[in-house]
C-alpha cells in the first residue's frame, strides 16, 4: 500500500493523488519584478456563471489558452499603448494576424487593394484569398490617387506597408487615409520595419500590424505577429485567430515583452548607424545603388524628412549589379555578418531578396517591383558603425580582386 500524505491542506491522501494534484497559487505580499511565464493551457473557472461571464465580457480571466493567456494580454497590452490604439491581439506569426484580419473583415465578393512592393508573403495570401472569391487590385503607396484608382464599391481593407520590403519605399500614410476614410475603408498598415519612427494611428490608419519576430522582440528567438486597433475589431480578429488556430503561444509572448522593453533604446542606436553605414556605402563606387530613405538620393527622402520623425528605419539595401557579386559579398562577409532571411536582431544582419522573401516570383514581377538578383538587404543592429564600415570595405575589396 503506498504511503499517504498528511500536510496541513491536503490531509490523509494517497501519495498518487496528491502529487496528481495541481497546487493553488500562492498568497503573497510580494511581487515578482519580472512578468511570470504563465504556461498552463487551460484555467480553472469557479462556476458556471462566472464561466459565461468571461466568455460575454462581463468578468477578466482565461479558460483556454488558445482563446487568449496572460502573457499575450500583457504584450497586447503593451504594444497598443505604444501604437496608441485601443486594443491587440498577438498571433503565432506576422503572417497569421495578416490572415486573422483578412479572415476576420473580408467575406466573398469583397475586394482588397494591396500596395505594389508588399511582402511576398502577403501576395501569396492575398491570392490564396481570389480562390474564395476576393478580388484584389494594386496601387503605389506613395501616391493616394493611384488609391483612389484601385477603389470599388466592394473594397472592405486597403493592406501598405509604412516602408516597403526591400527597397524601402514610404508610404504616404496621411494621404492614404484620408481616401481610405472618403471611401469608408479600412486601413491597415504593416509597421515592421519602423515601429516608434511614427505613429500610423495618429496619421489616420485603423489597424496597425507588427512581425514581432523582427525588431520587436530584437534576439532572433520569437516568432509572434501583433496587431492593434479598434477594440470591437481587434475582437473580432481575435476570434477569428482562435478559430483557425493563430493564436501566439505563452513563451513567445514572455519573450517579446522582454524585448519590448528595449525596443526605443535598440531602436534609435541602429537607425543612426544606418544612416552612417548607408552614407559611406553610397560613396563607394563598387556599391551600383543604395536605397535607404535618409539618403537624398532616395525618391521618397522628401516624405521620409515628414513622415518619420523618428529615422529612417534599420534596413539599408545595396545592389551589387547581379547574382554573382551579390553572392561573393555574402560570402567574403560571412565571417562577421551572417546571411539570415529576417531582420531586426541586435547583432547586423544581411539577405538576398530574390532568393528568400520574394523567392518563386518570375523575373517580370521582380522587374515591375524593382528587385534584381544583385539586391541585398541589410539589417543594421547594435554594432558600431566604424567596424561595420571596415568589415564592408574589405569584403568589397575582396570580390573587386
Not at 124 to 140: A, D, I, K, P, Q
Amino acid at each position: 500500500m503506498p504511503s499517504r500524505l498528511t500536510e496541513p491542506d491536503r490531509p490523509n491522501l494517497h501519495a498518487e493523488t496528491a502529487l496528481a494534484r495541481h497546487d493553488a497559487a500562492l498568497s503573497v505580499s510580494t511581487q515578482p519584478m519580472v512578468p511570470p511565464l504563465e504556461l498552463s493551457a487551460v484555467f480553472q473557472v469557479p462556476s458556471l456563471d462566472v464561466v459565461d461571464a468571461i466568455y460575454e465580457g462581463r468578468e477578466s480571466g482565461f479558460i483556454y489558452a488558445r482563446d487568449g493567456h496572460p502573457n499575450l494580454v500583457q504584450l497586447a497590452a503593451k504594444l497598443a499603448a505604444m501604437e496608441g490604439a485601443e486594443a491587440g491581439w498577438v498571433g503565432a506569426s506576422g503572417m497569421a494576424v495578416e490572415s486573422a484580419l483578412m479572415l476576420a473583415v473580408l467575406a466573398q465578393g469583397a475586394h482588397v487593394a494591396l500596395a505594389n512592393g508588399v511582402y511576398g508573403k502577403t501576395n501569396r495570401l492575398t491570392n490564396e484569398l481570389v480562390r474564395y472569391g476576393v478580388s484584389v487590385s494594386r496601387f503605389e503607396a506613395t501616391d493616394p490617387e493611384s488609391l483612389r484608382g484601385a477603389l470599388t464599391a466592394q473594397t472592405r481593407l486597403v493592406f501598405v506597408e509604412t516602408l516597403s520590403n526591400p527597397l524601402l519605399r514610404v508610404a504616404d500614410l496621411a494621404g492614404l487615409a484620408r481616401v481610405c476614410r472618403e471611401a469608408g475603408t479600412l486601413l491597415a498598415v504593416d509597421h515592421t520595419f519602423a515601429p516608434l519612427l511614427c505613429k500610423p494611428i495618429e496619421l489616420g490608419a485603423n489597424i496597425v500590424l507588427h512581425s514581432v519576430t523582427k525588431l520587436i522582440g530584437g534576439h532572433s528567438d520569437v516568432t509572434l505577429g501583433a496587431i492593434v486597433g479598434p477594440r470591437e475589431l481587434i475582437g473580432q480578429i481575435a476570434a477569428t485567430g482562435s478559430t483557425f488556430g493563430l493564436t501566439g503561444n505563452p513563451f513567445d509572448c514572455w519573450l517579446a515583452a522582454r524585448g519590448l522593453v528595449t525596443l526605443a533604446v535598440r531602436s534609435r542606436q541602429a537607425v543612426q548607424s544606418a544612416l552612417v553605414l548607408a552614407q559611406r556605402l553610397e560613396t563607394d563606387p563598387r556599391v551600383k545603388r543604395v536605397h535607404y530613405p535618409g539618403l537624398a538620393s532616395h525618391p521618397d527622402h522628401k516624405l521620409a524628412t515628414v513622415l518619420l520623425g523618428g529615422g529612417c528605419g534599420t534596413i539599408v539595401t545595396i545592389d551589387l549589379g547581379d547574382r554573382h557579386r551579390a553572392n561573393a559579398l555574402i560570402q567574403a562577409i560571412a565571417g562577421q555578418i551572417p546571411f539570415a532571411p529576417s531582420l531586426g536582431d541586435v547583432a547586423t544582419t544581411l539577405s538576398h531578396p530574390a532568393t528568400t522573401s520574394h523567392r518563386g516570383q518570375s523575373p517580370e514581377q521582380w522587374a515591375a517591383q524593382g528587385i534584381t538578383e544583385g539586391l541585398i538587404r541589410l539589417s543594421i543592429g547594435l554594432e558600431h558603425p566604424d567596424d561595420l564600415w571596415s568589415e564592408f570595405q574589405a569584403a568589397l575589396g575582396q570580390i573587386s580582386a
